[in-house]
T-cell receptor
Framework: AQSVTQLGSHVSVSEGALVLLRCNYS??????LFWYVQYPNQGLQLLLK??????LVKGINGFEAEFKKSETSFHLTKPSAHMSDAAEYFC???????????FGGGTRLMVKP | GAGVSQTPSNKVTEKGKYVELRCDPI?????LYWYRQSLGQGPEFLIY????????DSGLPNDRFFAVRPEGSVSTLKIQRTERGDSAVYLC???????????FGEGSRLTVL
């Protein structure tokens, strides 16, 4: 069975500050891991994905995430937040590529001017 | 359009009524997924199609929920005898076989009064 835990349902940062959104997973096999972003009134969009290649994955809009097997984590970071980054972020795990994703509960990122 | 299309975008119905939600996936995508997203929560898996057949329907909450994909493209999610607890955003996604990367539509918001 696979599951995802996102610590912090709401995260608030100042514009220009570091963004850190936490994700921990459990999986019985080496996982595929994903971060999706959902802007208001829009569908989920893929930010980045880990599929057992490099452990540091770079995505769109300056986001990146690092797979740490020993910590079962896949935290999302961005060095400098922009106002346009305000959205809901979802971490997801798939332990059999091609089958369904299991999502975490989401973290709403707020960016203060 | 090039993306996943879902109709209707909004549906308000009365308790006990029958509802159909339609998903038109990206052309050429063989896998199609239905998820349900309640307010403040992450997407919850309902059912996954590979071609015309349901490869995994373990997420359907009960026998009031049913989904079809008769020609391997468009899918319809059917909910009988709707209940207030069925109110949620129903998300559809599609993917190329075995990539693990899902492309989501904007969802159909169902409100059961």
């Amino acid at each position: 069975a696979q599951s995802v835990t996102q610590l912090g349902s709401h995260v608030s940062v100042s514009e220009g500050a570091l963004v850190l959104l936490r994700c921990n997973y459990s999986s019985s096999v080496p996982p595929y891991l994903f971060w999706y972003v959902q802007y208001p009134n829009q569908g989920l969009q893929l930010l980045l994905k880990y599929t057992s290649a490099a452990t540091l994955v770079k995505g769109i809009n300056g986001f990146e995430a690092e797979f740490k097997k020993s910590e079962t984590s896949f935290h999302l970071t961005k060095p400098s937040a922009h106002m346009s980054d305000a959205a809901e972020y979802f971490c997801a795990v798939n332990d059999n590529a091609g089958n369904m994703l299991t999502f975490g509960g989401g973290t709403r990122l707020m960016v203060k001017p | 359009g090039a993306g996943v299309s879902q109709t209707p975008s909004n549906k308000v119905t009365e308790k006990g009524k029958y509802v159909e939600l339609r998903c038109d996936p990206i052309s050429g995508h063989t896998a199609l997924y239905w998820y349900r997203q309640s307010l403040g929560q992450g997407p919850e898996f309902l059912i996954y199609f590979q071609g015309t057949g349901a490869a995994d329907d373990s997420g359907l909450p009960n026998d009031r929920f049913f989904a079809v994909r008769p020609e391997g493209s468009v899918s319809t999610l059917k909910i009988q005898r709707t209940e207030r607890g069925d109110s949620a955003v129903y998300l559809c996604a599609s993917s190329l076989r075995n990539t693990g990367e899902l492309f989501f539509g904007e969802g159909s918001r169902l409100t059961v009064l």
